[in-house]
């Protein structure tokens, strides 16, 4: 249990930082650096496939699987 909640902190921050980031670029109109556009790409990537997995748990859990 502490290391989900180790991870979903870290999570957390990391997000948090990409997408501050992310908005401060946007409102001084500045392109972002390609490694943080490939950071968020990835932050992106890996909350579709947690919220998939996560689902794919509930459907099994649902149907007693």
């Not at 989900?4 to 948090?16: D, E, K, N, P, R």
């Not at 001084?28 to 556009?37: D, N």
């Not at 947690?50 to 699987?65: D, H, K, N, P, Q």
């Amino acid at each position: 249990m502490r290391v989900l909640v180790s991870a979903a902190f870290a999570y957390s921050l990391f997000a948090s930082f990409i997408l501050s980031s992310m908005s401060r670029n946007q409102r001084a109109k500045r392109p972002h650096a390609p490694m943080l556009a490939l950071c968020g790409w990835g932050l992106m990537s890996l909350s579709f496939t947690v919220a998939l997995l996560l689902l794919g748990v509930a459907a099994m859990r649902l149907l007693g699987l």
